[in-house]
């Protein structure tokens, strides 16, 4: 449905321009639709170019600041090394998109007719262009994925082929590699593009690229988890009412409203966090979106990063068998201190950069107290909130011992029905392609340069800093 949508479309479209009066009738078209997101963002890439040199003129030879040889040890932990525009991460207020904070973008993103939460349509268009877009806007970004959303044949049969033994995050990134294929980058890359349009074909793989991740990941759940059939798109629903459905959840609008949300606030987390930062450092080799994505998966996929919300919840699940269904607090807070004394983490608690509770925790918590007040997991993870804080404090364990988003995601999902948790990293990935994507186009408006930094070895630091006190 989906493919012969945009092939109507795009005939319709080669129909206009073949007419004596193609010029009139597409100004007129124009007059009476509203501005898509690419005409936008070629309206703002010049003024931002400009700006960007402004800004190295005034300041390229001044320092973020020191480098400290922990920092060149500890993961490269707090140093100032990269340029994202989509967001910015404040240690006590937490994410910033744009500028605006999440319940900012609760409030102004366009949401879907009766619906509350934001949706992620509208916050793609906020990441690119730093504007709060229309309804009207929101409604065409929707129906323009629905259009890209359908697979290659050949993308569907490696999917179908893959065991279901595998896990669902090798499938996505496998796939998602597959969709190179049909790169519009790679393509005008070869044929010899100049390097100030590289932005364009960017979008267009970008747009290709999110449209088609709930066709991939409803098909993956479907193959593992289901009777392998994938329903059609609709091409009259929002990107996460279609996500839902191809998972088999559509008939549920709490859960429809869920994803909005979820998706929403995984979206984008600055740039420093291995799945952006890895689809970044790919992009700079100018491999297409779908390359430099897929590379941002397998980073997600690792137990430091995507998996997390999976910890979260076997901890509490297995909290929950040892202490029975009516826990008492003390009970609880010797549970957290026996997890601390076996030499583990408290799963969902501290993050490299917050110091406060994780806004998208809170996201979590309120859509919960709306939805699902009296859910035993919810109200084991709003004591555990309570308690655990204090026990983390006293253990001196944590600079930050406050939740983040993924104390509390897992139970979300396994409520509606979602259960199977190898799966949860796959519905992150999809929104983090928001971010990962939005930052890769303009790195090409801006003619980002390759990522190169310098390494050293330990016996070049050493020798450093040898007769230096």
């Not at 590699?177 to 793989?205: C, R, V």
């Not at 509490?316 to 826990?327: I, P, Y």
């Not at 804080?389 to 988003?405: H, I, R, Y």
Request: net charge neutral.
């Amino acid at each position: 449905m989906a493919a012969s949508l945009r092939s109507v479309l795009q005939l319709q479209s080669r129909a206009r321009l073949s007419t004596p009066c193609a010029k009139v009738s597409t100004i007129r078209t124009m007059a009476s639709r509203p501005q898509t997101l690419k005409e936008r963002l070629a309206e703002l890439i010049p003024a931002e170019i400009e700006n960007v040199k402004a800004i190295k003129a005034a300041h390229g030879k001044k320092a973020f600041g020191q480098v400290t040889v922990d920092q060149v040890y500890g993961g490269m932990r707090g140093l100032p090394a990269l340029l994202w525009d989509g967001s910015v991460l404040d240690a006590d207020e937490g994410i910033r998109f744009r500028g605006q904070t999440i319940p900012d973008i609760q409030k102004s993103l366009p949401k879907a007719p009766g619906g509350q939460e934001p949706l992620p349509e509208g916050l793609f268009w906020l990441l690119l262009t730093g504007e709060v877009p229309t309804a009207e806007q929101v409604k065409g970004l929707s129906a323009d994925w629905a259009a890209r959303a359908a697979l290659p044949s050949f993308v569907e049969e490696l999917i179908d082929r893959c065991p279901s033994t595998l896990h669902p995050m090798s499938q996505f990134s496998l796939a998602v590699t597959a969709l190179n294929h049909d790169s519009a980058f790679a393509k005008a890359y070869q044929d010899g593009i100049k390097k100030k349009d590289y932005w364009g074909p960017t979008f267009e793989d970008s747009m290709d690229l999110i449209a088609k991740l709930p066709s991939i990941a409803g098909r993956i759940y479907r193959n593992v988890y289901g009777d392998g059939k994938v329903p059609s798109i609709d091409a009259n629903k929002d990107y996460s009412a279609n996500l839902a459905s191809l998972l088999g959840f559509g008939d549920n609008e709490a859960f429809v409203e869920l994803m909005r949300l979820y998706i929403t606030i995984h979206s984008d987390h600055e740039g420093g966090n291995v799945s952006a930062h890895t689809g970044k450092l790919v992009g700079s080799a100018l491999s297409d979106p779908f390359l430099a994505f897929s590379a941002s998966l397998n980073g997600l996929a690792g137990p430091l990063h995507g998996l997390a919300n999976q910890e979260v919840l076997l901890w509490l699940t297995k909290m929950k068998k040892q202490l029975g269904e009516n826990k008492s607090d003390e009970a609880v807070r010797e549970y957290i201190w026996s997890t601390l004394n076996g030499g583990q983490v408290i799963p969902g608690y501290g993050h490299a950069v917050l110091r406060k509770t994780d806004p998208r925790y809170t996201a979590q918590r309120e859509f919960a107290q709306k939805h699902l007040p009296d859910d035993p997991m919810f109200k084991l993870v709003g004591q555990i909130y309570d308690i655990a804080p204090k026990v983390l404090l006293e253990a001196g364990k944590a600079k930050n011992p406050w939740p983040n988003v993924d104390a509390h995601s897992g139970v979300l999902l396994t409520y509606y029905g979602l259960t199977q948790m190898n799966f949860y990293t796959v519905l992150f990935g999809v929104s983090r392609a928001f971010g990962v994507t939005s930052q890769l186009i303009w790195d090409r408006a801006l003619g980002a340069p390759l990522e190169r930094p310098k390494s050293y070895s330990s016996v070049a630091i050493k020798k450093m800093f040898e007769n230096k006190p």
